[in-house]
């Protein structure tokens, strides 16, 4: 079974410092891996993926996320945070190993406030 | 702007009178899926439609069920719906990478029930 790790409830940083959201994943097979950000009471919002391919990926908004297959991670960058980057971030996987393949399998969440 | 819409955005029910959501998408995407999300939680899948196939997650209630007319709309239909039903409910659609896709999740705003 595929599952995600988001290990911090919570990450507050000052505006314009550089941000991390940490994820880890675990999948039986190769991972497909997504960032979304999720603003209160709306929908979630892609902000970048892995698939196959160059280890660092950028996103909208100025985010970048690093895949790392030795240390099964996927952790969510970007240089200069900005208080508009306050919002919910999940990390997700989705397993290409057969069964259930269409599932994409959310970490719980991470609240990203960044301080004036 | 291609989209995926929800309707409406605030349900209030009572407990056990069934209730109808409803989701259209203008992206003209074959797959298309309902979440459920509790306060502070990940999202959590109840099932998906692959074109016309419907596929429904081992641990969806009974309770829940699904529609799919056509292409663009899907409707979620709640038959008794008890206390612990209140969530936020996000409808999100996809294309297969077989027809074309980029396998990433496009979610609506959601709907958020309330159920008294």
């Known amino acids: 079974a595929q599952s995600v790790a988001q290990p911090e409830d919570q990450v507050n940083v000052a505006e314009g410092n550089p941000l991390t959201v940490k994820c880890t994943y675990s999948v039986s097979g190769n991972p497909y891996l997504f960032w979304y950000v999720q603003y209160p009471n709306r929908g979630l919002q892609f902000l970048l993926k892995y698939i196959t391919g160059d280890n660092l990926v950028k996103g909208s908004y100025g985010f970048e996320a690093e895949f790392n297959k030795s240390q099964t991670s996927f952790h969510l960058n970007k240089p200069s945070a900005l208080v508009s980057d306050s919002a919910l971030y999940f990390c997700a996987v989705r397993d290409f190993s057969g069964a259930g393949s269409y599932q994409l399998t959310f970490g719980k969440g991470t609240k990203l406030s960044v301080i004036p | 702007d291609a989209m995926v819409i929800q309707n409406p955005r605030y349900q209030v029910t009572q407990f056990g009178k069934p209730v109808t959501l409803s989701c259209s998408q203008t992206?003209?995407?074959?797959?298309m899926y309902w979440y459920q999300q509790k306060s502070s939680q990940a999202p959590k899948l109840l099932f998906h439609y692959y074109d016309k196939d419907f596929n429904n997650e081992a641990d969806t209630p009974d309770n829940f069920q699904s529609r799919r007319p056509n292409t663009s709309f899907c409707f979620l239909d709640i038959r008794s719906p008890g206390l612990g039903d209140a969530a936020m409910y996000l409808c999100?659609?996809?294309?297969?990478?077989?027809?074309?896709?980029?396998?990433?999740?496009?979610f609506g705003p959601g709907t958020r029930l309330t159920v008294t």
């Open positions: 999100a659609t996809s294309r297969d990478h077989a027809a074309g896709g980029s396998y990433e999740q496009y």
């Open positions: 992206l003209n995407h074959n797959v």
